[in-house]
């Protein structure tokens, strides 16, 4: 089983720099997409960016340009830089690995950016 620990959310002013991470811990095997999703009150869940096997990239265009998505494999860790961070990024993150034996996800950060 996978288990999946995010850390580095809080708060910050509005075009300021936060940088999430996510350690996975146990077996990682057969993984085909890593991702950040967040999830503002009220609204549904959604896709912020996507990591998959052969290193592509891909971000909601509401972030692109701003947050940068990226991984270490020693570490079994994922990153989600955010940068220039604006009110409407305010939501809980989470991290998800998707994989050819199951679907993970983090328990989720807070990130609350100010005015």
């Known amino acids: 089983q996978v288990r999946l620990v995010e850390s580095g959310g809080g708060l910050v002013q509005a075009g300021g720099s936060l940088r999430l991470s996510c350690e996975a811990r146990g077996i990682i095997r057969g993984v085909r997409v890593l991702a950040w999703y967040r999830q503002a009150p009220g609204e549904q869940r959604e896709l912020v960016a996507t990591l998959t096997l052969d290193g592509r990239t891909d971000y909601a265009d509401s972030v692109k340009g701003r947050f940068t998505i990226s991984k270490d494999n020693i570490k079994n860790t994922l990153y989600l830089q955010m940068n220039s961070l604006e009110p409407e990024d305010t939501a809980v993150y989470y991290c998800?690995?998707?994989?050819?034996?199951?679907?993970?996800w983090g328990q989720g950060t807070q990130v609350t950016v100010s005015s």
């Open positions: 998800n690995v998707d994989q050819t034996g199951g679907n993970y």
